[in-house]
C-alpha cells in the first residue's frame, strides 16, 4: 500500500512573506492566429506564467502547477487565436479561477512575426520581423490585455549631422561657392551623422483586449526612426535607406516623440488606454548606448500635442 506523501507546498513558510510573482517562464508553444478564409499564421511563441503567493503558503505546487499551466496553454492554443492578447487573457483568467489562494495571475507572450514586403527602390521581395508582445492581467476586479511590438530601425544623430553640416558649409565657402548655392546644397544633400540600429518597443494596455491592429502598432514604431532598414537590399535600396535616414535625422528622444504623435494620429484608442513607448539605440562611436521612454495615457497624449 503506497504511503500519501504530505503536500509541502501547502504547509507555512518559514518565512512569513508573500511574494508577487511565482510562475515559469520559457514555455514554448506553438500558436495560430485567425485570419478569416486564409490560412492561420503559426507563430512559436515562449510564454511566462505567474500567480501571487500569500505569506502563509511555502509554494504554488511547481510540478503540479506546470501541469495546468501546460494543459491550459494546450487547450487555449489548439484553434486558431483572432488575438493573441486575448489568448493571455483566456490563461490568466483559468489561472486565477484554478488557485484558490491567489487574487492575480499574469501571462506575457513573445513570438517573432514575420511580415512580407517589397524592398523600397528595386521593388523586389522580401521579409522583415517584428517581436510581437502580450500579455494579461487577471484579478478579481477584472483582467486587463497589452498587445504591442518591437521592432528594429535606423536612426542618424542630428549632432554628429550638424558639426558635418558646418564643415562642408565652411569648405564651400573656402572654395568660393556662392552662399545661396551653398545653402541649396546642403539642403538637398543631408550630411553625414554617425548611424545606430535602433529598438522600438510600442505597446496598449486596456480593461479587456486592445481595439487597435497589431499591424498599425508594427508600422507606427517602423516609422518612428529615421529610417525603416530590410532584410534584403540590392545598391539603390541600400542608397534609399542611407538618404532617408540622414534625411530625417532623430535623437533617440525624437524616436519616442514620434511614437506618441503617431498613435495619437492614427489609433482612437479610449482615453484611459496606457500607452508604452520605448527607443534603445546601439551607439556606433560609443561604448554605451542611448534610451528613451515613456507611459502615458491616450488621454493624456492628446492632451500633450494639442498644446502645440
Not at 483582467?143 to 521592432?151: D, H, L, N, P, S
Not at 480593461?207 to 545598391?235: C, Q, T, W
Not at 533617440?252 to 496606457?274: H, K, N, S, Y
Request: with cysteine; hydrophobic share 35%; charged share 30%.
Amino acid at each position: 500500500m503506497s504511503q500519501q506523501l504530505p503536500d509541502v507546498q501547502a504547509t507555512s513558510p518559514d518565512v512569513s512573506v508573500g511574494l508577487n510573482r511565482v510562475g515559469v517562464t520559457g514555455v514554448e508553444k506553438l500558436v495560430k492566429i485567425d485570419r478569416g478564409e486564409k490560412r492561420p499564421i503559426v507563430l512559436m511563441a515562449e510564454f511566462e506564467v505567474y500567480v501571487d503567493l500569500p505569506k502563509w503558503r511555502k509554494g504554488i505546487d511547481m510540478s503540479r502547477n506546470m501541469e495546468v499551466v501546460d494543459e491550459m496553454l494546450e487547450e487555449a492554443t489548439a484553434e486558431p487565436a483572432y488575438r493573441v492578447e486575448g489568448l493571455c487573457g483566456d490563461v490568466a483568467e483559468r489561472l486565477l479561477d484554478k488557485h484558490d489562494y491567489t487574487s492575480r495571475a499574469e501571462v506575457r507572450m513573445e513570438a517573432e512575426y514575420v511580415i512580407r514586403e517589397e524592398t523600397p527602390a528595386t521593388h523586389r521581395p522580401t521579409q522583415a520581423t517584428a517581436d510581437i508582445i502580450a500579455s494579461a492581467t487577471a484579478t478579481e476586479e477584472g483582467t486587463r490585455e497589452e498587445i504591442g511590438c518591437e521592432v528594429v530601425g535606423m536612426t542618424v544623430c542630428p549632432c554628429s549631422q550638424g558639426m558635418s553640416e558646418a564643415r562642408a558649409r565652411e569648405t564651400l565657402d573656402q572654395l568660393g561657392v556662392e552662399g545661396e548655392v551653398i545653402e541649396e546644397f546642403l539642403e538637398e544633400v543631408p550630411q553625414p551623422g554617425h548611424s545606430q540600429r535602433g529598438h522600438a518597443t510600442l505597446t496598449v494596455e486596456t480593461d479587456g483586449s486592445p481595439d487597435v491592429e497589431l499591424h498599425d502598432l508594427i508600422d507606427i514604431a517602423r516609422e518612428s526612426m529615421s529610417a525603416r532598414i530590410y532584410n534584403f537590399a540590392k545598391r539603390p535600396d541600400e542608397d534609399h535607406m542611407t538618404y532617408q535616414s540622414h534625411a530625417d535625422a532623430k535623437f533617440v528622444e525624437d524616436c519616442v516623440r514620434a511614437q506618441a504623435e503617431g498613435v495619437v494620429d492614427r489609433l482612437e484608442l479610449a482615453d484611459d488606454a496606457v500607452v508604452r513607448m520605448e527607443q534603445s539605440n546601439d551607439e556606433s562611436i560609443h561604448q554605451h548606448n542611448a534610451h528613451a521612454e515613456r507611459v502615458a495615457t491616450a488621454g493624456q497624449l492628446r492632451a500633450e500635442l494639442s498644446d502645440d
